[in-house]
């Protein structure tokens, strides 16, 4: 057992009942199973290129705005947070918040939605699954297995949906999107984590970018009370400390009620252990009703006015071009790809060729795509 299992919550993650590796390794000797789950992460390629990967704007618009990157490492702020305060897995968590984006394409949602049209007639293209597609195959680095060999707790939380025609490929880890079962805790726990970042640090970029007002703020409950609050109590206090004064409240708001309202539930249900969490047929980690609401307020108050933006539409219709004429021309003059995939694709079928076009096109960072696209096209 590793040192710090035997003071983890007993519906954590822990090694001693981790289900292990696909290709058996040796245990680490000075650090634990996920620690190394999340180093190799950390070391991986993919990780490397998510600092030139769009989250809202491109990362040529600005150096002060998110990337996938610096979300990431948001992400996993928030989730190690939450790990704390219920007392579960904080090293898992974290190496899941670094991986969950990795199959991320050039030009954040815009990118993904072309590649799965492009993809229709071979699979189609779903961004959780290529992350996890990152960590069991794409990365090449090891010699005796492709991928990083990741635990499948670190997997199971990297998978955060797929639909049932891929879940019936993947074994162990796709049953329970068939058996309409849950993840451990740390996984669901990320997942929020996830919503938490993007939704606070796109407010934060989208009116810092002018695309939305404090008036059209004012309209969200989520913030218009810390605002207030902040206001009344440093009333000289200028914007840019203001909005973040508020932004930061807000954060704390839901993770606290996030946490009040998961130990609650916990204590409904007193599991015993991360696979009495597993079984259940609905989440564990949620927020209360209230703020579900609230959250939920936000996250279509930034659909239609953030994503929705004009100048955000025109960036994404750019985007969908790039990578559909990217794809075509890929697909129709293999020459045009580099000599390493050229040679695997002559002797591959229609659906292979197909993939390793999609799983070249997702790894490209946006400047990469820009280039490649005023090269070819
Ligand atoms: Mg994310």
Known sequence: MFRHDSLLACYAAQE????????????????SEFQRDRDRIIHSSAFRRLVYKTQVFVNHEGDLYRTRLTHSIEVSQIARTLAQSLNVN???????????????????HAGQDTL?????????????????????????KYAEFNGLNLTFETREGILKHCSLKNAQHLGELGKRFIERQQP??????????????????????????????????????????????VKE???????????????????????????TNTECMLKKLNPRSIDDIRIQKTKIAKFSENINAEHLELKKFLHSNLYKHPRVVEMTNQAEIMIEKLFERYMSDYKALPEDIQDFLQEETDNARARKISDYIAGMTDRFAIAEYERLI
């Open 184 to 229: 451990g805790l740390e996984a669901q726990l990320v997942n929020i984590a996830d919503a938490i970042a993007y939704n606070h640090h796109d407010i934060d970029d989208g009116y810092r970018a002018g695309l939305i007002t404090l008036d059209q703020l004012m309209q969200i409950d989520l913030f218009h009370e810390p605002f207030s609050k």
């Open 16 to 31: 001693k009942s981790s289900k292990g590796r696909l290709t058996k390794e040796s245990r680490p000797k000075n650090r």
């Open 116 to 140: 799965n049209k492009c993809m229709q007639d071979f699979g189609g293209f779903e961004h959780n699954l290529q992350s996890l597609r990152v960590v069991d195959e794409l990365e090449s």
């Open 233 to 259: 109590k440093f009333p000289k206090i200028n914007e840019r400390r203001l909005m973040h004064e508020t932004l930061r409240r807000m954060i704390t708001n839901v993770v606290n009620d996030l946490v």
């Open 90 to 108: 904080e090293v898992l968590i974290e190496a899941m918040a670094l991986a969950h984006d990795l199959g991320h394409t050039p030009f954040g």
